[in-house]
């Protein structure tokens, strides 16, 4: 284990000292690292399993501390006053995305139940615009377009958590059991929101109050604040409750209780360290389940892959912004650009540990799907990101100014940052 270790230490250093020109090309760090976990599995060099000590453990604090991290830079009042296009993709386009994933997959893969597909297209609801970071830095694409992909993006992992959780727990079969219902409501959910709240809320005060009276110096600012989110995750773990859920709801109250820039500020020590554990996860992603997703390929989990990436996606956000004006080359550029990364990979191996020891018999198949749409959307939406977003801010600059001026691309929109980005989150 300590000689993996010390290759993907090795490979994170490599890729720094190239960044700068990498990030001139069209390759992106996920494109980077999956390929990397890949190779490392196929030669040989790093051959790690699904039981490996720490795999479990790095994809549930990956997820955590990015959950945390997204809602608390979220500026609620802000995100009130100006719901628009973010509101819609959330929530319009996301309970659609699920359902029309549902029934998509359910017809394409024979033997599969109503729950299993239902939790197949939750687990791939959730986007990331860190792989399609060119979008929402392209000061050609318009600021609506642009911060709407960044909050959604931002927001919509931590909204599909209890839909994962709930489907895992109807496509094994836990919904049988006396008093499933109550449990997963009060516990699972409720006593999740409770401990994350009150880590969130007291954390954030007392963080505040310290800073005002000059007792704490920023660097353990900033590690208290990552210790916060570990603490609602872990903390409502032993107690019984969901982690992810206590997380989110932590990372909102935390900035609630904090402010905007305080929260910013705090957090950046908790971001950088998603972005570390990210890049970690890339890899591990690559080295565990991309050669086997290969072998594993049949032609109905290609077409799920596909039809994922793009009617899965591309019919709901055209409903969603149906009545909002927009030019239908915003609706298909939105539409494509919501690649699948991170939250659905750790999703994804959360199905694995939780699906396998629930004796969930079609586990392998669903990550199957899961795997094959990531791997697709690394390459598609990183390979199109640059070209895609500079042709579609030649389209908007071409407009006459008449008709630019009264579409709703054009609004004005405050500047709100949500999602990292691979180099540092970006005013969008």
């Not at 950088?272 to 072998?295: P, W």
């Not at 004006?325 to 494509?336: C, D, E, N, V």
């Not at 991170?342 to 392998?364: I, P, T, Y």
């Amino acid at each position: 284990m300590e000689a993996d270790i010390a290759v993907i230490a090795g490979m994170i250093i490599a890729f720094a000292l190239v960044s700068r020109r990498v990030a001139s090309m069209a390759l992106t760090m996920p494109m980077v690292f999956v390929a990397a976990g890949a190779l490392t599995d196929w030669f040989g060099v790093v051959e790690l399993a699904v039981e490996t000590e720490g795999v479990a453990v790095l994809g549930e604090i990956t997820l955590a501390i990015i959950l945390f991290g997204d809602s608390a830079r979220m500026d609620v009042r802000s995100l009130e006053r100006q719901v628009g296009l973010p509101a819609r993709l959330l929530l319009i386009g996301l309970p659609l995305t699920v359902l029309l994933g549902a029934v998509l997959f359910a017809l394409l893969i024979p033997g599969l139940s109503g729950w299993e597909a239902a939790l197949v297209a939750a687990i791939l609801s959730p986007t990331d615009a860190a792989l399609g970071q060119a979008v929402v830095e392209d000061r050609s694409v318009p600021k609506w377009v642009r911060q709407g992909l960044n909050v959604e993006s931002g927001l919509n992992d931590g909204l599909a958590v209890p839909a994962v959780l709930l489907f895992i727990a109807l496509a094994t079969g836990e919904e049988t059991k006396p008093g499933f219902w109550g449990r997963f409501i009060v516990e699972q959910i409720g006593l999740g929101v409770v401990i994350g709240v009150a880590c969130g809320l007291v954390g954030g005060a007392l963080l505040v109050r310290a800073h005002r009276h000059g007792l704490v110096q920023g660097i353990y600012a900033q590690l208290a604040t990552l210790s916060i989110a570990v603490l609602a995750f872990a903390g409502s773990e032993v107690a019984g409750a969901n982690g992810f859920i206590a997380a989110f709801t932590a990372g909102l109250a935390f900035g609630a209780a904090t402010g905007r820039e305080k929260a910013e500020e705090y957090d950046e020590y908790t971001e950088d360290t998603g972005r570390l554990l990210a890049i970690a996860s890339f890899f591990v992603f690559g080295n565990l389940f991309v050669v086997e997703a290969v072998g594993d390929t049949t032609v109905a989990v290609v077409a799920s892959a596909v039809l994922a990436l793009t009617v899965m996606r591309m019919a709901p956000v055209a409903v969603a912004m149906t009545g909002m004006g927009a030019a239908p080359q915003t609706k298909l550029f939105i539409g494509w650009f919501g690649p699948r990364g991170l939250a659905s990979m750790l999703f994804g191996l959360q199905l694995l540990e939780e699906g396998v020891a629930e004796g969930l018999s079609d586990a392998d198949e669903l990550f199957a799907i899961i795997a094959w749409t990531v791997v697709a959307s690394v390459v598609a939406h990183g390979a199109t990101a640059t070209w895609g977003a500079h042709r579609y801010g030649e389209w908007y600059a071409a407009m006459p100014d008449h008709e630019r001026d009264a579409m709703p691309e054009s609004a004005e929109v405050r500047d709100r940052r949500v999602r990292w980005s691979l180099h540092r989150a970006p005013k969008v």
